[in-house]
C-alpha cells in the first residue's frame, strides 16, 4: 500500500494524519450543531450532506453507534464511496462545498459508551508495576501469562480530547497514618492505552478471529488514574474512584479497514494459552506512540516514545476472553487495551513507571521536574502506524489537569 | 402506615405482596407487546391506558427510565394519582377495563440498566468470606471500614426474574494443577442482594442525603458468581468473568415512596467514617429476605433467612461514595448492595458462606445436599417489608441453572 491520492491538496502532504488511505470517523461541531463527519487532510466532510448511497437515517443522530450496528457490509460499502468521492475529481464539484476546516471545529464523542473495560495486558507495565509493588520475584501474578487480565471501568467517566480533567478527590492514606483522610489524589497519572470499539454485538463465546472481526476502529486512550486512592481501595475487589474521574480518548475512529496493511503478530507466548485465545493470525498493529507533557504556559516535554506492537495481548484476544463467561457485548462497548510500556525507561506509559513510583522524578524540557501530574499539566497522547510515504494518524488525545474542585461543606470534618 | 384499601379485592388481602400501599412498576407482556404497568394486588393496571394525567411521553417507550429522568416531583404526582384511582370507587368504572391479572403476563426488564456497580458492604458477608481466605484475624480488609468497597459490574449481564442462567464456562486452575483448563464452573454460586436504582443524575461529588434523594427504588438481586473462575482470575484487579454470566434481578421496582416507613438505620461505626459518608438519618430499610432452592422437579427447601437491616453500608452511602471521584451517575444505574448476611449460619446469603467454601454441604428438604448449584436448581429470592395487615414485597427474583452450553470446536485442544 502507498498514499492513495485525493482532490483535497492536504491529503497528500505525506505528514497528515489524515490521507484517503485513513478516513476516520468523528463527530463535530462546526457551529451548526454535532454531526458526523470523516476527516480527510485538514479537512472534515460533512457526511449527512454528501451523496453516500446509504440509508440517511444512518447519519442522522451525531454518534457512529447506528453505522457499526449497520456491520461490516454497510463498513466496507461506506469507506469504498468516500474513497471514490474523495480520489475522483469528477466529484469534486459536489462534494467540495460539504468540506470544513478541522482548524474551525471542535471535535465531540464520536459515539456512546455503551460499556468501558479496561484492561492490563501489556506485560512490561505489568512487570514495573508488579516489580515495584511485590519485588522482582513476584512481579507477574500467577494468571497473567493465562489470561488478558482485565476489569470493568465506568463508561460515564469517558470524555472526548480537549475536556478538561479535575484532580479528583479521593480516600487515601499514608503508610504510616492510622486512618484515612480525603484529600486531593497527590499522585494523579496517566495510562498510554489504545482504545477498541466494538462495532458489532455477541451472545455466549465468541472465538478471537469472530472477535477481530467485531472490532470497528480504534482511538487513543488515557486513563486517568490516581495512585494513592487506587493504592488505599483497591483490595480486595480492584479499582474503583481511583479510575472514574476521567478516561480521555481522541476524536477520530480509525478503522480496522485503515490499519489493515499494519497488523502485526503478538509476541511468542511464553506460557502455551488455551486454545479459545489462540491467534489465527496477526492482531495487533504497528503504531508508533509518544506521550506529550506540557506545564501550564510552557513548552511540552516528550516524556515517552512506545508502540502498540509491544501489547501481549491483542483486542480480539481481550475481547474473546470477555465473552467466555457468556458475557453478552453491545455495540458501542470501549476495551482499553492496558497500559503500553516498552522495554526503555523513556518507553514507559505512565508517570507512575517513569519516576519509578514517585522516587526517580523526570527533568522536562522547561528544567522543571515531575514525579506525578501537577495543576495545569496539558497531557497530549499520539499515535500513528507509518507506511511508505504516507500515515495513519489518530489526532491528538489530550486533557489539562484542573485544579481539586472546593470542598463542599458537608465533606469537611 | 396501615393497610391503604383499594377497589382491587386481592390487594387487600393482607397478605399480598402488591397492595395499595406498595404500588411498584414494571414492564409486562400480556399479549400486546411490552406496556408499563403498576401491580396493585393480583393485578397489573396498564399505565399507558388510564388518565394519569401526565405527559404521555413518559409511558410510550416500555422502560421506566423516562419517568426516572422526570424527577422527584413526576414521581409524586404519579404515586398520587394512582394511589386516586385505586382507591377511590368512583373511578373504578374508567380503570378497571385496563387491569389484567399478573398469572396471565410475562415480566421484562422494568428498566434500562445504564451502568451496573456491585458493592460488598454486607459486614458478616465480609467476615465470612475474609475468614474463609485470609483466615480469622485479617478477615476484613484494612479499608473495608472506612469505604463501601465496590467494583463496576457488567450492565449487559442484568436480567428479568424468570431468564434461565446457563452455568457458564471459564478459566480454573486447581490448587494442584500447574496450568488452567477452560471448564464449566464447578463452584457456581448466589448472592443474595438488594439493588438500588439511580434515578436522578448528577456530576460531581454528592452527599449521602443528596444521594438518597436521587434513588428511585429498590428491586431484589442475585448476583451469580462462579468462585472457582473468580478465584483464578481476581488478583490484582478484582472479579470480571465470574460475574458476568447473569445478575437477575425481581421485576417490579418497589419505589422509595413505598418503603418509607420501614426506614432504619445502619449499625454503629466500629471506625468513624469520614465527614463525606456520614448519614443525616436512617437509610437502611428493614426488608425481610430469604433464599429458595429447589432442585429440578423437587420441592423448594428455603436455605437462608435473613434481612436488608443487616448492611454496614447503605446504598445511599455507596451512591456518594461512587461520586467522590467526580464519577458522573446517570438515570439508570443499578448498584448492588453487596451480599446481605446475618450472624446465623441459616442467615448466609451465598451457598459459599452456607456451606463453608463447600466443606460443610447443605441438606435440603428432598434429602439431596448442595454446596454449589447444580444444573436443574431453581433459585428464588424473595423480599417484603412487613407493616401492620400489609407487607411492602417485592416478587420473585428466580432463576434455573441450565447445563454449561457445548464448547465450540475451536476452544477444544
Redesign the interface.
Given at each position: 500500500m502507498t498514499l492513495l491520492r485525493s482532490w483535497v491538496a492536504s491529503a497528500n502532504s505525506g505528514t497528515t494524519d489524515f490521507p484517503l488511505n485513513n478516513l476516520p470517523y468523528g463527530v463535530f461541531d462546526a457551529g451548526a450543531g454535532p454531526r458526523m463527519g470523516v476527516a480527510i487532510g485538514d479537512q472534515i466532510l460533512d457526511l449527512a450532506a454528501v451523496d453516500h448511497r446509504l440509508d440517511p437515517e444512518l447519519f442522522a443522530h451525531p454518534s457512529w453507534n447506528a453505522v457499526m450496528a449497520a456491520g461490516p457490509k454497510v463498513w466496507a460499502a461506506l469507506r469504498a464511496r468516500l474513497t471514490e468521492l474523495l480520489s475522483d475529481e469528477a466529484h469534486r464539484a459536489s462534494v467540495e462545498p460539504h468540506l470544513l476546516p478541522q482548524a474551525g471545529a471542535a471535535m465531540l464523542m464520536p459515539f456512546t459508551v455503551?460499556?468501558y473495560t479496561d484492561f492490563?495486558a501489556g506485560k512490561n507495565h505489568a512487570v514495573n508495576v508488579g516489580t515495584m509493588f511485590r519485588g522482582a520475584e513476584n512481579a507477574l501474578?500467577?494468571?497473567w501469562l493465562?489470561?488478558p487480565?482485565?476489569?470493568?471501568?465506568?463508561?460515564?467517566?469517558v470524555v472526548v480530547s480537549g475536556t478538561p480533567v479535575?484532580r479528583?478527590?479521593?480516600?487515601v492514606?499514608g503508610p504510616d497514618e492510622a486512618?484515612?483522610?480525603?484529600a486531593p489524589s497527590a499522585r494523579f497519572d496517566l495510562e498510554l492505552e489504545m482504545g477498541a470499539i466494538v462495532g458489532q454485538p455477541s451472545t455466549?463465546?465468541v472465538?478471537v478471529?469472530e472477535a477481530d472481526a467485531m472490532i470497528f476502529g480504534y482511538v487513543l486512550l488515557n486513563d486517568w488514574s490516581?495512585r494513592d486512592?487506587q493504592a488505599?481501595?483497591?483490595?480486595?475487589?480492584?479499582?474503583?474512584?481511583?479510575k472514574?474521574?476521567?478516561t480521555t480518548i481522541s476524536p477520530w475512529i480509525v478503522t480496522t479497514a485503515a490499519l489493515e496493511p499494519f497488523r502485526v503478530s503478538t509476541p511468542d507466548r511464553e506460557?502455551?494459552l488455551?486454545?479459545?485465545l489462540r491467534e489465527p493470525g496477526p492482531m495487533l498493529y504497528d503504531i508508533a506512540l509518544e506521550v506529550g507533557l506540557a506545564p501550564e504556559g510552557g513548552a511540552e516535554t516528550v516524556i515517552s516514545r512506545t508502540n502498540y506492537r509491544e501489547m501481549y495481548y491483542s483486542a480480539a484476544q481481550q475481547l474473546a476472553?470477555?465473552t467466555?463467561?457468556?458475557?453478552?457485548?453491545?455495540v458501542g462497548d470501549l476495551l482499553g487495551s492496558g497500559t503500553i510500556s516498552g522495554t526503555r525507561p523513556d518507553s514507559r506509559g505512565s508517570l507512575l513507571e517513569l519516576s519509578w513510583g514517585g522516587k526517580e522524578p523526570l527533568t522536562l524540557d522547561t528544567g522543571e521536574t515531575r514525579t506525578f501530574l501537577q495543576d495545569g499539566d496539558r497531557l497530549t497522547l499520539r499515535g500513528a502506524a507509518e507506511g511508505p510515504g504516507y500515515r495513519i494518524g489518530f489526532g491528538n488525545c489530550a486533557g489539562q489537569i484542573l485544579p481539586a474542585?472546593d470542598l463542599?461543606a458537608?465533606?469537611?470534618?
Open positions: 455503551t460499556e492490563y501474578p500467577p494468571n493465562s489470561i487480565i482485565g476489569y470493568n471501568g465506568r463508561a460515564s467517566s479535575p479528583p478527590w479521593g480516600q492514606k486512618l484515612p483522610r480525603l455466549g463465546m472465538s478471529a490516581a486512592i488505599w481501595e483497591y483490595q480486595p475487589l480492584g479499582p474503583f474512584q481511583s472514574a474521574t476521567a506460557r502455551p488455551l486454545p479459545y476472553h470477555h467466555s463467561s457468556g458475557c453478552a457485548m453491545r474542585a463542599p458537608w465533606a469537611k470534618e
